[in-house]
C-alpha cells in the first residue's frame, strides 16, 4: 500500500470507529425523523382545533356570506345577544373570540371602529383575515356607493399564467422554479454543513496529531503534504460515508413509517409550499401534487446537476478543509482556533446568505453571478444556480478559477502546515503565518 | 566507504535566524555518534534536516554515499525527544501502521513486532490504546517502533529521559546491541555520563555551530591537564608539601581518601613528567593513590562551551 493510502485508511478508520461519529450517524436520522413527525404531528393537532369566532354585527351591513367557514375557524353571528353577553360568552371560554362591528355614520369611521376581544391574544393570521373581509366587504360597499357595478368589476377580472421557455426548449412554471431552488437550496445547504462539519474534523485531527506529538514521527516518514492530502480525503470519505448512511437511513425510516402509520411523508416536505403555488400546480397539471413534484424533478438536467454537484462538493470541501488542516497546524489547541476560524467561515456563511437572498430572486443577476466566480463562494452560489441553467462558459470560467485557488490554496495551506506542526508554545499571529510562508524547504 | 552519515557544510535559516552555520560532521558506520550541545544549539535542527523533516538551505548530506532523498526515510529510524502516540489508537495496530510508513509489508511488520514484543514482554499491551499505558510504557512501544523497521542509522534524541533506571539500562543495552548488530547511532543527550558509558565519537555544537568532534577519547586527551590526585604516606606531609609546591603546581584536594594521608591535585609543568613527580612521591613516603585526573565529559562540555562563549 502507498503510504497516502495508509494516511487515508488510517484516518478513515479513526474517524469512523469514533464512537461519537457511531452514534451521530445512527441517531442523526432518527432525531431528524422524530423533529419532522412531531412537527407534522402539532400541525395536525393545530389543524384539528376548530376555532369558533362570534360577531356582534351593529352596523346591519354584513351576512353570514361575508363570515364564511373555514378548515380551521367558525363564525357564528351573535347580533341578536348583545355585545355584553356576547363578551360574557367569550370570556367564559366558550367561543375563541368575538368581532364587534358598531354603527357608524361612515364607511371610513367604521372600518376604524372595529374591535376584536378574546381571552389569549389571537395569533397575526386570524386577524389577518378579519381584516382582510372586513376591508372586502367595505371596499364592496364603497363600490356601491359610488354607483359601479360589482358584477362588472368582477366579471372583468382575468387571470394571466405565463408560460415561460428558455431557448434549449424547457418549458417551466412557478411550480418548477420552486423545485428548482429548493434542489439548489438543498445542495448548497449540504455542502456548507459538509464543509462546517468535516473541515473543522480534519483540523481537530491535525491538532490532536500536534498535541499528541506524533507527528514528527509520522513527517519523518512522510512528507507533510502526504499527511495533510491523506487526512482531508480520509475525513471527507468518512464524511460521505455518514451522509450515505444518512440518507439511505432516513429514506427507510420514512418508508417504514409511510407503511406503519399511513403517514405521507411527502406530504409533510411539500406542506411548506404555498398555498398559492399549489394551486398553481394543481391547474398546471390537473394531478396530484407529487406526482408532479417527481415529473418536474425528473425534467432537470440531473446528470449535469450530479456531475456538478461531485466537482464543488469535492473542490469546495478540498478548498476549505486545506485551510482547516493549516489552522490545526498553526495552533496548539483548539481554542486558539478561533482567530483564524472567523475568515474562513465568513465567505461560507456569506454564500449561502447571497444564495438565499439573491439566487431566489434572480439566479441570473450580477451578485449571484459574481459570487458564482469568486472560488471561495463558488461552490455554494453555483450549486444553487445551476438548476436553473448555467450557460457552459460561465461554468468554465468558475470551474477554472476554483481549481486555480485550490491548488494555490493547498500549496500555502502546506506551507503553513509543514512548518506549523513543529512549532509549539507560541500562539501564531498572522505575521508568524506570513513568515511561515517565506522559510525555505 | 566508512562514513555511514557525511555532513558537508550545512547551513539552516529560519527566517532572520540562522539555526546552524556551516556544520560539518561524518559520522563512521557502527559508531554511537553523539551529538552534544545546550538547548537550542541547533540540536534539533540538524537531527530534523537528517530526517527529511525539513531540507537544509545549502550544504550536502550523504547517507552510505547516496545524496539524501525521500527513499532513505526507510533507512532511519527516529525518536524524538518529544514523545508521542496515537492515544485512541490500539498499540498493535499503531505500531503496524507505523512500521508500514516506514516500508515494511504488514506480514513483516508483525513478524518483526511479534519479536521485539516478546522480547520485551509486552505482547499483552498489543490490544491496549496508548492512554491505558504508563509513560514508561508507552515509551517501551515507542522504542520498539523506531528501531523494528531495522534502519542502517538510528537517531535518538534524550533516550532515556522518562525511563527509570531499570528501563534505562535495558534501553541502553539494547541500543549498544542494535550498534553491534551493524546499525550506526546518532545519540543526543544532556545526560554526560551516559555519553561516558555509550559513545565512541561526539560532536559538540553551540550556538549554530560546531565547536568540536572527534573521538571521545581523542578530545579527552586534548581537554587532559596533566593533573594527578596523589595521596601520601608520610611522617611530615607539612614539609612535603612545601617541597610539592616548589617543584609542581598545587592545587588543594577534592577526593577523599580512607586514611589520614596527604592529599593533593598536583599538576605538571610543561616540562615534568608523570614519572618525576611518582619518583618525587616514592622518596618522600608510601604512594597510597596515584590518578590522572581525566577530563569527563560533562567537563569538556562545560569548558568548551565557557571557552566559546
Known sequence: MSKLKLIIYREFIAKVRNKSFIVMTFLSPLIMVGVGALVFFLMKKNDEKIKEIVYVDNSKLFSKVDFKDTKTVHYQDFTDLGIEETKKKVEAGDYYGALIIPKKDSLELLANSIEFYSKESPSMSIINGLETKIERKLGNEKLNYFGIDLEKINASKIKSDIKMFNFSGEESSKMKNWIKIMVGAIAGYMLMMFVMIYGTSVMRSVIEEKTSRIIEIIVSSVKPFQLMLGKIIGNGSAGLLQFVIWGVLLFIISTVLTAIFGVDMMEMQTANLSAEQLEAAKQAAGANKMQLIIQEVLGLPILKMFLLFIFYFLGGFMLYSSLFAAIGAAVDNETDTQQFMLPIMLPLILAVYVGFATVINDPHGPIAVAFSYIPLTSPIVMLMRVPFGVSWYELAISMILLVITFVFMVWLAAKIYRVGILMYGKKPTYKDLYKWLKYKG | ?309
Not at chain 2, 511488520?109 to 509513560?135: C, H, N, Q, T, V
Not at chain 2, 545519540?187 to 549554530?208: G, Q, Y
Not at chain 2, 617543584?247 to 610543561?270: I, Q, R, S, Y
Not at chain 2, 585526573?293 to 562551551?305: M, R, T
Request: charged share 25%; net charge neutral; hydrophobic share 40%.
Open chain 2, 1 to 309: 566507504m566508512n562514513n555511514l552519515l557525511e555532513i558537508n557544510n550545512v547551513t539552516k535559516n529560519y527566517g532572520d535566524f540562522r539555526a546552524l552555520n556551516d556544520v560539518s560532521i561524518h559520522i563512521p558506520k557502527g559508531s554511537v555518534y553523539g551529538l552534544l550541545g545546550p538547548n537550542g544549539a541547533g540540536k534539533t535542527s540538524l537531527i530534523r534536516i537528517i530526517n527529511q523533516i525539513t531540507m537544509a538551505d545549502s550544504g550536502s548530506i550523504l547517507l552510505d554515499g547516496e545524496t539524501l532523498a525521500p527513499k532513505h526515510t526507510a533507512d532511519i529510524g527516529y525518536l524524538p525527544e518529544e514523545r508521542g502516540l496515537y492515544k485512541s489508537m490500539k498499540v498493535g495496530e499503531q505500531a503496524l501502521y507505523l512500521a508500514q510508513l516506514k516500508g515494511l509489508s504488514k506480514t513483516e511488520a508483525k513478524k518483526r513486532l511479534k519479536y521485539w514484543f516478546e522480547k520485551f514482554d509486552i505482547m499483552a499491551w498489543w490490544g491496549k490504546k496508548i492512554e491505558e499505558l504508563s509513560k514508561g510504557m508507552a515509551q517501551k512501544v515507542q522504542f520498539i517502533v523506531t528501531v523494528m523497521h531495522n534502519p542502517k542509522l538510528l537517531i535518538f534524541d534524550e533516550p532515556f529521559s522518562g525511563f527509570d533506571p531499570i528501563n534505562a539500562q535495558l534501553i541502553a543495552k539494547e541500543i549498544l546491541q542494535l550498534r553491534d548488530e551493524g546499525a550506526t547511532i546518532i545519540f543526543s543527550t544532556h545526560r554526560m555520563e551516559s555519553v561516558e558509558e555509550m559513545c565512541d565519537e561526539i560532536a559538540l555544537i553551540n550556538k549554530s555551530n560546531l565547536i568540536l568532534d572527534g573521538k571521545l577519547n581523542d578530545i579527552k586527551r586534548e581537554f587532559r591537564t596533566n593533573t594527578f590526585q596523589v595521596g601520601l604516606n608520610t611522617k611530615n606531609p607539612k614539609e612535603v608539601a612545601v617541597k610539592l609546591k616548589e617543584n609542581f603546581e598545587v592545587f588543594p584536594a577534592d577526593f577523599k581518601l580512607l586514611g589520614n594521608e596527604l592529599t593533593m591535585n598536583v599538576k605538571l609543568g610543561a616540562t615534568n613528567t608523570a614519572n618525576e613527580l611518582l619518583s618525587f612521591l616514592t622518596n618522600r613516603g608510601e604512594v597510597q593513590h596515584f590518578v590522572e585526573l581525566i577530563p569527563s565529559a560533562n567537563d569538556i562540555f562545560i569548558q568548551a562551551i565557557n571557552k566559546n562563549s
